[in-house]
């Protein structure tokens, strides 16, 4: 537990860091951390028997994150990204063609899926920060701060008054 309150607190220090020095640094570590996550799902789904495409997921997941912190930067390059974006759908299609699995939509669907699931929220998230078209750090931090607060007096609600276990066999002290 100690491990993971001093973890959790350097993780604080580093998002929080993320907010406050500017819009370079905002956009690098969210895209950053959605690529991170995505490797994860990458690997929780392999996990499983289902070969999802990783390294074209990935350079996808690259290409879609550049695209959006170039948006959101105004950068003169932003419209190229949107043909190499779709190049690199198309070429996850034709590489499954050559890859010997037994059920290639279904690796391909869940390459797409791990785009949707982790990706597209944090390009969501990273585009709250720009809302009134200048970076703004006040919106996106007020979400990351309530959702912290719901989360905590979640667990310390549910510690002190919840009898009912939720889901034992998953998490046996949950209520």
Not at 23 to 49: D, Q
Not at 154 to 170: C, D, I, M, V
């Amino acid at each position: 537990m100690k491990t993971r309150a001093i973890t959790g607190f350097v993780f604080v220090l580093v998002m929080l860091a993320a907010f406050f020095f500017g819009p370079y640094v905002f956009l690098g570590f969210f895209s950053l951390l959605s690529l991170l996550c995505l490797f994860e799902f990458y690997g929780l789904i392999k996990t499983t028997g289902i070969l999802p495409q990783q390294t074209n997921g990935l350079i996808l997941g690259l290409l879609i994150c550049a695209a959006t912190t170039s948006f959101w930067l105004d950068a003169s390059f932003t419209r190229y990204f949107s043909g190499l974006i779709i190049l690199c759908c198309v070429f996850i299609f034709y590489a499954e063609l050559y890859r010997k699995t037994d059920k290639p939509f279904l690796q391909i669907s869940f390459t797409f899926l791990g785009l949707i699931y982790t990706l597209l929220p944090f390009v969501f998230f990273m585009a709250m920060a720009f809302l009134p078209k200048t970076f703004d750090y006040h919106l996106p931090l007020g979400f990351i701060l309530l959702l912290w607060t719901n989360d905590t007096f979640a667990y310390l609600s549910g510690r002190q008054f919840g009898r009912n276990k939720l889901f034992e066999r998953h998490s046996p002290k949950k209520t």
